[in-house]
């Protein structure tokens, strides 16, 4: 009996120790992503989709990363999520120059890196979700014909060197060749900085004569609101602006009439999309995680996973107004 008894309670430890194994306590399951700048609504928005995910996935998901444009920041947000070892990585690359070496080094060491918002396609990163940023700027473009005709002088506020924008800039360019008219006076590096990107809109809206600038283009979040309080404050109203992104500000300028249209992205998609693949990943792993997807006719993955843009101007922007105070009602 003693010995049936023994035995008994020997059984009853294993199956605790299987439930305690198996168990639902997912939440030890850590996913980070890596935003450009945590401050700006477009991180957010991306943050929100992905904390979303992770409730309901039941894991722990982290949202880190630099309070300003800050490359170097960024690098060291990853470094030590890479410490952590988490089940999964999701980021935005800012620089690839500065990102690319760490971003293979994570992979390197087992963990599955997704790149969202803005790439680095020559890194082993599994594949990129977020905006087809080439079709983007052709898509300014557009908005730009439709609104000068067939001649007048832009200026582009941008960063150099991020991946995402260095495609909307080509895609722009793109967009514009067949009107030889319209021409790209002025890049602006704006240097993640709305004071200079006002500063120098403010410069540049003094220009006249032949140098006038007749339209605005503002590839990124930071921008588009500071530029369009230099226009509104010059009084400017024969001047264009085209933006990026759907931030509060952006959507009550289009509103009133200062910005004539943004490009809107999915941001919430992106960061919610992100970890859900990044999960898929973690619990149905490829046999080698180091290794170029791209070139493989039998790669699990795709090489991109586009997340939609939307041209917003005053015809819809009611609907997204909307659709922000609704979601931030929740």
Not at 268 to 273: A, I, S
Request: hydrophobic share 40%.
């Amino acid at each position: 009996m003693k010995t049936m008894r023994q035995m008994a309670l020997v059984l009853v430890g294993l199956v605790l120790v299987f439930i305690c194994a198996c168990g639902p306590d997912s939440t030890k399951e850590v996913y980070y992503m890596i935003a450009a700048n945590v401050q700006l609504p477009y991180w957010q928005t991306a943050a929100n989709g992905f904390n979303k995910a992770g409730s309901q996935y039941k894991v722990t998901a982290k949202v880190v990363g630099p309070t300003t444009y800050d490359p170097l920041g960024e690098l060291d947000a990853l470094q030590q999520a890479v410490r952590a070892h988490p089940a999964g990585i999701l980021i935005s690359v800012s620089d690839a120059g500065i990102l690319q070496r760490e971003i293979d080094v994570a992979v390197q060491s087992g963990i599955p890196v997704i790149t969202m918002d803005s790439d680095a396609a020559a890194t082993r990163r599994l594949y990129f979700i977020g905006t087809n940023n080439t079709g983007a700027g052709r898509l300014g473009a557009s908005r730009l014909v439709d609104k000068l005709g067939t001649k007048g002088n832009v200026a582009v506020f941008t960063m150099p060197g991020q991946p995402n924008l260095e495609e909307r800039l080509g895609g722009l360019k793109e967009g514009l060749q067949f009107q030889p008219g319209i021409k790209i006076t002025d890049i602006v590096d704006m240097k993640g900085d709305a004071a200079t990107a006002f500063d120098k809109a403010q410069q540049l809206v003094s220009q006249t004569g032949a140098k006038k600038i007749d339209a605005f283009v503002c590839l990124e979040a930071i921008s588009g609101k500071p530029v369009s309080d230099a226009l509104k404050r010059a009084n400017a109203h024969d001047r264009e602006l085209v933006v990026w992104d759907a931030d509060p500000g952006t959507l009550d300028a289009i509103k009133d009439g200062t910005i004539d249209a943004t490009i809107a992205q999915k941001p919430y998609t992106m960061g919610y999309f992100g970890l859900r693949m990044l999960y898929n990943v973690s619990h149905n792993a490829p046999e080698q995680l180091n290794k170029d997807f791209r070139s493989d006719f039998y790669s699990p993955f795709p090489v991109f996973i586009d997340t939609g843009t939307t041209l917003v101007d005053r015809g819809n922007v009611d609907l997204y107004l909307s659709a922000t105070a609704a979601a931030s009602e929740k």
